[in-house]
């Protein structure tokens, strides 16, 4: 039997609140057995360019990655988001190391091909090492992973946080028995996004596609739930999406996605 490993992407939203930070951390340390996490730090990086007179550009959602916006979210996503994460888990007693996919040749990626829109230094993940990630927690050390990845041949590449997550957990899936969490600030995928408890609690392929009729699914949580049917139809075998009570055991307001 394979051992369990959970696998939690954090969203931009709760990195952004200090205090709903420190929560999540607080909550994520508690975690029984082996643990992954991965973030983002998108508006931060934005924020941060604004300051510094580099404007983001996004179609889609997604981030167009200049090679003055690969600087800045690089100093952002590996640098001060990461080891403030790092830093913080130490102090709940959780022996966290700091990761981008370039550290420790761990998350491989190649330039996203130019189509309709050239994202510039974009990268779509090619390989996770698994071997090199289940050392790492066998050592009883949780990755923290920022959402960047490398060719290399010496090129890093902003990444999509929810595909690296979705990834991890799917090359983790050959030694572990593997469960994928998207924790963000709402309570689950809403029926109606005026209202914050109405989460619909189970989504299977059948009824995702009833909900991308209705429009129910739409914008930013539709390359989520991409994810989610991607890592589930290539072995994970768990995805759920929720808030921070997510994590707690007792916890049962959210949302479940199986095939």
Known sequence: MKPKLSIVK????????????????????????????VHGGGKLATELGKKLGIESQLV???????????DLITMVYGGLVNKKIVAELQANNCNAIGLSGADANTIQAHKRPVKDV???????????????????????????????????????????????ASEIAIGMSEFYETTLNYCFEKKGVLKD??????????????????????KVIADGMLPKLENCFNALNRNVHQVCIGNISMLAPESNLFTTITL
């Open 60 to 70: 889609g959602g997604r981030r167009i990655t200049d090679a003055q916006s690969l």
């Open 193 to 214: 996004v005026n209202d914050e408890d109405s989460v619909i609690k189970h989504i299977n392929t059948t009824s995702y596609k009833t909900l991308l009729t209705q």
């Open 118 to 164: 050239d994202f510039g230094y974009v990268g779509d993940v090619d390989s996770v090492n698994a071997i090199t990630i289940s050392r790492l927690l066998e050592a009883n050390l949780t990755p923290v992973f920022c959402a960047i990845t490398h060719d290399q041949n010496g090129q890093l590449f902003n990444t999509n946080a929810d595909t690296i």
């Open 10 to 37: 954090i969203g931009g939203n709760v990195i952004e609140n200090k205090t709903e930070l420190s929560k999540f951390l607080a909550v994520f340390s508690k975690i029984e057995g082996q643990k992954v996490l």
